[in-house]
Protein backbone atom coordinates (compact mmCIF):
# COMPACT_ATOMS: atom_id res chain seq x y z
CA UNK A 1 0.00 0.00 0.00
CA UNK A 2 1.12 3.47 -0.99
CA UNK A 3 0.46 6.07 1.60
CA UNK A 4 1.24 9.65 2.50
CA UNK A 5 1.41 10.35 6.31
CA UNK A 6 0.91 13.87 8.00
CA UNK A 7 0.31 14.85 11.00
CA UNK A 8 -3.69 15.71 11.29
CA UNK A 9 -2.87 18.67 13.98
CA UNK A 10 -4.35 21.20 14.57
CA UNK A 11 -0.87 23.15 14.43
CA UNK A 12 -1.03 26.35 16.54
CA UNK A 13 1.74 28.85 15.86
CA UNK A 14 1.41 32.68 16.50
CA UNK A 15 1.32 35.69 14.40
CA UNK A 16 5.13 36.19 12.83
CA UNK A 17 6.23 32.83 13.82
CA UNK A 18 7.60 29.81 11.44
CA UNK A 19 5.10 27.17 10.85
CA UNK A 20 6.87 23.71 9.78
CA UNK A 21 4.48 21.21 8.44
CA UNK A 22 6.10 17.27 7.32
CA UNK A 23 4.89 14.57 5.13
CA UNK A 24 6.60 11.33 4.92
CA UNK A 25 5.64 9.19 2.35
CA UNK A 26 6.37 5.34 1.60
CA UNK A 27 7.02 4.98 -2.31
CA UNK A 28 10.87 5.32 -2.52
CA UNK A 29 10.62 5.92 -6.16
CA UNK A 30 8.80 8.76 -5.98
CA UNK A 31 10.35 11.84 -7.71
CA UNK A 32 7.92 14.73 -7.60
CA UNK A 33 6.41 15.90 -4.61
CA UNK A 34 3.79 18.78 -4.20
CA UNK A 35 1.72 21.22 -1.37
CA UNK A 36 -1.42 21.75 -1.33
CA UNK A 37 -3.61 24.04 0.90
CA UNK A 38 -7.16 24.16 0.94
CA UNK A 39 -9.08 26.56 2.70
CA UNK A 40 -12.39 25.36 5.44
CA UNK A 41 -15.02 24.48 2.07
CA UNK A 42 -12.87 25.52 -0.73
CA UNK A 43 -10.51 22.96 -3.12
CA UNK A 44 -7.24 22.66 -3.35
CA UNK A 45 -4.89 25.33 -4.36
CA UNK A 46 -1.00 24.37 -5.70
CA UNK A 47 1.76 25.92 -3.05
CA UNK A 48 4.94 24.47 -4.87
CA UNK A 49 6.56 21.53 -5.77
CA UNK A 50 9.82 19.95 -5.61
CA UNK A 51 11.65 17.38 -7.27
CA UNK A 52 15.17 16.93 -5.91
CA UNK A 53 17.01 17.10 -2.69
CA UNK A 54 17.74 19.87 -0.54
CA UNK A 55 14.95 23.12 -0.71
CA UNK A 56 13.50 25.19 -2.36
CA UNK A 57 12.22 28.76 -1.80
CA UNK A 58 9.38 30.56 -3.10
CA UNK A 59 8.51 33.89 -0.81
CA UNK A 60 7.71 33.13 2.33
CA UNK A 61 7.34 29.24 1.83
CA UNK A 62 10.31 26.74 1.86
CA UNK A 63 9.61 23.01 0.83
CA UNK A 64 12.54 20.94 1.62
CA UNK A 65 12.77 17.18 0.89
CA UNK A 66 14.72 14.27 1.96
CA UNK A 67 14.50 11.26 -0.15
CA UNK A 68 16.65 9.13 2.35
CA UNK A 69 14.57 9.63 4.28
CA UNK A 70 11.63 9.82 2.53
CA UNK A 71 10.71 13.32 4.06
CA UNK A 72 8.94 16.60 2.59
CA UNK A 73 8.09 19.38 4.75
CA UNK A 74 7.09 22.45 4.44
CA UNK A 75 8.03 25.93 6.22
CA UNK A 76 6.16 28.58 6.27
CA UNK A 77 7.69 32.01 7.41
CA UNK A 78 6.72 35.05 9.17
CA UNK A 79 2.59 32.73 9.42
CA UNK A 80 -0.06 35.36 9.32
CA UNK A 81 -3.89 34.96 10.23
CA UNK A 82 -4.53 33.67 6.58
CA UNK A 83 -2.15 31.36 6.26
CA UNK A 84 -4.75 29.01 8.73
CA UNK A 85 -5.70 26.47 6.44
CA UNK A 86 -5.15 22.93 5.88
CA UNK A 87 -2.01 22.03 4.10
CA UNK A 88 -1.96 18.60 2.15
CA UNK A 89 1.42 16.98 0.89
CA UNK A 90 1.13 14.98 -2.29
CA UNK A 91 3.36 12.52 -4.31
CA UNK A 92 3.73 11.44 -7.08
CA UNK A 93 3.45 7.61 -7.57
CA UNK A 94 3.53 4.91 -10.05
CA UNK A 95 0.26 3.14 -9.73
CA UNK A 96 -1.25 -0.08 -11.33
CA UNK A 97 -2.44 2.47 -13.47
CA UNK A 98 0.30 4.69 -14.38
CA UNK A 99 1.39 7.38 -12.41
CA UNK A 100 -0.75 8.88 -9.78
CA UNK A 101 -0.86 11.72 -7.09
CA UNK A 102 -1.47 10.34 -4.00
CA UNK A 103 -2.56 12.78 -0.78
CA UNK A 104 -2.10 12.69 2.77
CA UNK A 105 -5.10 13.41 4.90
CA UNK A 106 -3.72 17.12 5.32
CA UNK A 107 -2.22 18.95 8.58
CA UNK A 108 -4.98 21.66 10.11
CA UNK A 109 -3.00 24.69 10.84
CA UNK A 110 -3.88 28.15 13.43
CA UNK A 111 -1.97 30.82 13.15
CA UNK A 112 -2.91 32.94 16.26
CA UNK A 113 -2.97 37.17 16.36
CA UNK B 1 -10.24 33.42 -17.89
CA UNK B 2 -8.23 30.44 -17.94
CA UNK B 3 -9.19 27.67 -15.26
CA UNK B 4 -11.47 24.88 -14.48
CA UNK B 5 -15.05 24.97 -14.19
CA UNK B 6 -17.36 22.64 -11.90
CA UNK B 7 -21.06 22.90 -11.61
CA UNK B 8 -23.29 22.58 -10.15
CA UNK B 9 -21.92 24.00 -7.18
CA UNK B 10 -24.25 21.46 -5.03
CA UNK B 11 -26.21 18.49 -6.10
CA UNK B 12 -29.12 16.92 -4.42
CA UNK B 13 -29.32 12.82 -5.41
CA UNK B 14 -32.35 10.82 -4.42
CA UNK B 15 -31.96 6.90 -3.79
CA UNK B 16 -31.75 4.93 -6.78
CA UNK B 17 -30.84 8.34 -8.75
CA UNK B 18 -27.89 8.72 -11.43
CA UNK B 19 -26.25 11.95 -11.60
CA UNK B 20 -23.77 13.94 -13.01
CA UNK B 21 -21.33 16.46 -12.41
CA UNK B 22 -20.07 18.81 -15.10
CA UNK B 23 -15.88 19.63 -15.19
CA UNK B 24 -14.87 21.44 -18.12
CA UNK B 25 -11.34 23.37 -18.53
CA UNK B 26 -9.66 25.55 -21.08
CA UNK B 27 -6.14 25.21 -20.20
CA UNK B 28 -5.33 23.31 -23.04
CA UNK B 29 -4.17 20.46 -20.63
CA UNK B 30 -4.67 16.67 -21.83
CA UNK B 31 -4.92 15.27 -18.83
CA UNK B 32 -7.53 15.30 -16.42
CA UNK B 33 -8.77 13.63 -13.12
CA UNK B 34 -11.65 13.19 -10.19
CA UNK B 35 -11.09 12.75 -6.68
CA UNK B 36 -13.56 12.30 -3.99
CA UNK B 37 -12.94 13.98 -0.36
CA UNK B 38 -14.84 12.82 2.42
CA UNK B 39 -14.50 14.85 5.61
CA UNK B 40 -11.17 14.67 7.30
CA UNK B 41 -9.51 12.48 5.11
CA UNK B 42 -7.44 13.12 1.71
CA UNK B 43 -8.16 13.36 -1.74
CA UNK B 44 -9.06 9.21 -3.69
CA UNK B 45 -8.63 8.90 -7.55
CA UNK B 46 -11.67 7.68 -8.48
CA UNK B 47 -10.76 7.91 -12.44
CA UNK B 48 -8.49 9.57 -14.62
CA UNK B 49 -8.18 10.35 -18.59
CA UNK B 50 -4.79 11.05 -20.70
CA UNK B 51 -6.38 11.85 -23.71
CA UNK B 52 -9.65 12.14 -25.60
CA UNK B 53 -11.95 8.55 -25.55
CA UNK B 54 -9.47 7.13 -23.13
CA UNK B 55 -9.65 6.72 -19.42
CA UNK B 56 -8.31 4.72 -16.53
CA UNK B 57 -10.25 3.32 -12.82
CA UNK B 58 -8.91 4.88 -9.84
CA UNK B 59 -8.48 3.41 -6.49
CA UNK B 60 -12.62 3.82 -6.31
CA UNK B 61 -14.23 3.79 -9.52
CA UNK B 62 -17.18 1.41 -8.24
CA UNK B 63 -20.26 3.61 -8.87
CA UNK B 64 -18.90 5.59 -10.70
CA UNK B 65 -18.57 6.10 -14.27
CA UNK B 66 -17.02 8.94 -16.95
CA UNK B 67 -16.52 9.88 -20.52
CA UNK B 68 -14.41 11.67 -22.19
CA UNK B 69 -15.75 12.98 -26.19
CA UNK B 70 -13.98 16.62 -25.73
CA UNK B 71 -10.51 17.50 -24.39
CA UNK B 72 -12.28 20.58 -22.80
CA UNK B 73 -14.48 18.30 -20.78
CA UNK B 74 -14.70 14.78 -18.48
CA UNK B 75 -18.11 14.32 -16.65
CA UNK B 76 -18.89 12.33 -13.61
CA UNK B 77 -21.80 10.15 -13.41
CA UNK B 78 -22.45 8.96 -9.55
CA UNK B 79 -24.56 5.87 -10.16
CA UNK B 80 -26.94 4.38 -7.94
CA UNK B 81 -24.68 1.87 -7.28
CA UNK B 82 -22.47 3.91 -5.39
CA UNK B 83 -24.12 3.59 -1.68
CA UNK B 84 -22.47 6.32 -0.11
CA UNK B 85 -21.81 9.57 -2.56
CA UNK B 86 -21.85 12.35 -0.17
CA UNK B 87 -19.00 14.11 -0.58
CA UNK B 88 -16.75 16.47 -1.68
CA UNK B 89 -16.09 16.14 -5.53
CA UNK B 90 -12.92 17.85 -7.37
CA UNK B 91 -12.05 17.84 -10.80
CA UNK B 92 -8.31 18.56 -11.56
CA UNK B 93 -6.47 19.04 -14.91
CA UNK B 94 -2.74 18.65 -15.91
CA UNK B 95 -0.91 19.60 -18.83
CA UNK B 96 0.26 16.07 -19.16
CA UNK B 97 0.22 12.92 -17.63
CA UNK B 98 4.13 12.25 -16.54
CA UNK B 99 5.58 11.90 -12.97
CA UNK B 100 6.36 15.72 -13.05
CA UNK B 101 3.22 17.61 -13.86
CA UNK B 102 1.38 19.59 -11.81
CA UNK B 103 -2.25 19.07 -11.45
CA UNK B 104 -4.90 22.29 -11.11
CA UNK B 105 -8.08 21.70 -9.36
CA UNK B 106 -11.52 22.87 -9.93
CA UNK B 107 -13.76 24.84 -7.21
CA UNK B 108 -15.27 21.20 -6.17
CA UNK B 109 -19.14 20.09 -6.51
CA UNK B 110 -20.62 19.27 -2.59
CA UNK B 111 -23.18 15.76 -3.44
CA UNK B 112 -25.39 15.58 -0.53
CA UNK B 113 -28.06 12.26 -0.50
CA UNK B 114 -31.66 12.88 0.21
Known amino acids: QKEVEQNSGPLSVPEGAIASLNCTYS??????FFWYRQYSGKSPELIMFIYSNGDKEDGRFTAQLNKASQYVSLLIRDSQPSDSATYLCAVNMIGNSGYALNFGKGTSLLVTP | DGGITQSPKYLFRKEGQNVTLSCEQN?????MYWYRQDPGQGLRLIYYSQIVNDFQKGDIAEGYSVSREKKESFPLTVTSAQKNPTAFYLC?????????????FGPGTRLLVL
Open chain 2, 27 to 31: LNHDA
Open chain 1, 27 to 32: DRGSQS
Open chain 2, 92 to 104: ASSKGATIQETQY
